[in-house]
């Protein structure tokens, strides 16, 4: 599985941050339910409004 940040710039120079999780594999989701583990919903939407360093 992999966590990613999209940034999404605003008109109004803000940064609209989405941070997403893909889905699991089969496999991954046999491993997480022999664990007994259930992932969180995807996080909520975050609003920036200072520029990043990393662009």
Known sequence: MQMVDVHLPTT??????LARRTDP????QL????LGMVLPEQPP???STK???KQ
């Open 45 to 47: 939407l975050r609003i």
């Open 51 to 53: 520029k990043s360093s």
């Open 25 to 28: 594999t089969p496999d991954q």
């Open 31 to 34: 491993l997480l339910h022999q």
């Open 12 to 17: 109004d120079g803000q940064h609209l941050v």
